[in-house]
């Protein structure tokens, strides 16, 4: 396999992901490591590392956030596994305020706001129930988008699946990108079956933009606002307490 990987540090990182995503840490982690180090102003290198790290050895995090470059906070990957140290060091109020800067920087980080959801019930339990029904439902709407959209490789014309990806981008608040998959919709003028669901999601968009978009405003207010009503800390980085 070291003979198919390019050299170029993006599309590196880019090979790297695909063997993450098919489980294979093994080959991944030292390829995202070798960027790491060749590029180490490169904050998507980092953030990669971090997740690989996050499910095979939480304890390197510690000498992994200590070699972050000064604007890794603004990669909503570095937060998320921030986030994911801190809740497995029982830092609760800590991982609440890093699982919410990934959400505030990247509102469709599926596991961030899966986390962000748990990790608030937990802390407040009874309390912020309209945001962390909002927060799964974003989950729920995103987990089904990306099967649609995996789908339509394998069938590009779909009336189901272009449906899907159509509906739930819609209520994700990416309405131009719902218009994209509406207008893949429209090219099949002679199947009424398509003809139907673009009636149906144009519907769906006279019904409820200005919902969608408010409780997208709300949401992002809510998460701007939390760490300082709150007074939620920083992480503490330490050695674990396990160990």
């Given amino acids: 396999w070291e003979e198919a990987v390019p050299n170029e540090p993006l599309q590196m990182l880019a090979f790297a ?22 590029h180490p102003d490169l904050v998507s290198g980092h953030a990669w590392v971090g997740k690989a790290l996050a499910r095979t050895n939480f304890d390197a995090l510690i000498s992994w956030q200590s070699e972050l470059p000064r604007n ?7 937060c998320y596994v921030k986030g994911l140290w801190a809740d497995h060091e029982n830092q609760l109020p800590a991982a609440i305020r890093c699982m919410s800067m990934a959400v505030q920087l990247n509102p469709d980080h599926r596991g961030a706001c899966y986390y962000l959801a748990s990790f608030l019930k937990r802390a407040f339990p ?57 207008a893949e919709l429209e090219k099949q003028t002679s199947n009424p079956t398509a003809r139907a669901r673009v009636r149906q999601l144009r519907q769906l968009q006279e019904m409820s933009k200005n919902a969608v978009q408010t409780r997208a405003e709300q949401l992002h207010q809510f998460l ?20």
């Fill in 17 to 38: 992901a695909m063997e993450f995503g098919s489980g294979d840490i093994k080959v991944a982690l030292p390829l995202m490591q070798s960027v790491r180090k060749a």
């Fill in 224 to 243: 701007v606002d939390l760490p300082r009503q709150q007074s939620l800390p920083q992480v503490v980085w330490k050695q674990s307490e396990s160990q």
């Fill in 72 to 78: 890794a906070d603004s990669h909503p990957d570095i």
């Fill in 126 to 182: 009874g309390q912020f129930s309209d945001q962390v029904d909002c927060l799964y439902e974003r989950v729920d709407h995103l987990t089904l988008l990306h099967s649609a959209t995996d789908a339509l490789y394998r069938a590009p014309e779909s009336v189901q699946h272009l449906g899907a990806a159509a509906e739930t981008t819609w209520r994700l608040n990416r309405p131009h990108e719902s218009e994209i998959w509406i």
